[in-house]
């Protein structure tokens, strides 16, 4: 594949294991440049997105993943959406957050949202979605999906994610690696890979040495026998559009459009994920008032 963001899917241990691996530098940079994100809130929603990709990519169709992390700390949560096309867009509530390093000199992300608790949302096309929280356990992201993985889901799980952010506020490098013990692994699987894991770097020093996400994969599982099964692309994205936001200002109600028209000669409406604007005339909301 190409330089450019991207995923890979992979089992090993014969299937006793699924793998993920993501490198999203490029995406990630994009949101810090919609968002003017500071950098912790920059590793923050980077980290959240790595995971929500991984998520995303077990779904199938039009199905689709959200994220919520409501916190009480300086960044007071995030909200991270992904598709199951490689599509994922997402923000932080309080984007300019600084704190001091923390005290192994890394951004202090989890002083930046603990406490709080972690929301995932998998609207699988039911009546109704399936839903899990966990309590943030260190607020650094990787160590709560694995939590939530393992209490909600069942599911043993390592996840790690990481992001490099440059002095001037762009991304350097980010991405990451869930790895899941399925139902067919043994007590030796999980006793050889707890024991690889103390030696592996950190998923930001491979990935900024020029791993790719498969080689990441193969250094994390060693002798496991990685077999990758899917490459795809990933990317930010939003489908927001003008139409999508004059339907939601039909759903304001007849008296609060009447009063918005009242009020204002043009109405500009800002995306939360994405940053754009658009914009709708005060001649428009009466059109749509005579609609309704």
């Known amino acids: 594949m190409s330089k450019q963001d991207y995923l890979v899917r992979a089992t090993a241990a014969e ?39 991984c998520m995303g990519s077990m779904l199938k169709g039009k199905e689709h993943i ?15 959406s992904a598709d199951s096309a490689g599509n994922v867009r997402g923000y932080v509530r309080n984007p300019k957050v600084h704190l001091p390093l923390n005290s192994k000199g890394k951004l ?47 599911t043993p799980s390592v996840v790690s994610v990481g992001a490099l952010i440059n002095p001037n506020g762009s991304v350097r490098t980010c ?70 936001f004059r339907q939601g200002l039909i759903t304001l109600g007849r008296d609060e459009l009447k009063s918005l028209a009242e009020e204002q000669e043009t109405l500009e409406l800002v995306c939360h994920f994405c940053q754009e604007k658009y914009y709708v005339s005060r001649d428009e909301v009466l059109r749509l008032l005579d609609d309704m």
Request: with cysteine.
């Open 66 to 80: 959200t994220i919520q992390i409501h916190s009480e700390g300086l960044l007071r949560g995030l909200v991270v």
């Open 175 to 244: 991405g990451g690696y869930i790895i899941q013990l399925l139902p067919t692994a043994d007590n030796g699987v999980a006793d050889r890979l707890e024991e690889r894991l103390p030696h592996i770097p950190a998923v930001t020093t491979m990935l900024d040495s020029g791993k790719t996400p498969e080689t990441v994969l193969h250094q994390v599982l060693g002798d496991f026998n990685v077999e990758i099964w899917e490459q795809r692309e990933v990317q930010y994205f939003c489908p927001c559009s003008l139409d999508r």
């Open 108 to 154: 202090a992300v989890g002083e930046a949202l603990r406490p709080g608790t972690l929301h995932v949302i998998r609207d699988m096309g039911l009546r109704e979605p399936y839903q899990g929280s966990v309590e943030l356990q260190t607020g650094e992201i990787g160590d709560d999906f694995a939590y939530y993985f393992s209490l909600s889901e069942q």
């Open 15 to 53: 299937g006793a294991v699924r793998a993920f691996a993501v490198r999203s530098a490029e995406l990630t940079d994009e949101a810090q440049r919609r968002h003017q994100l500071y950098p912790i809130a920059s590793a923050a929603l980077g980290r959240t997105m790595v995971v929500a990709l």
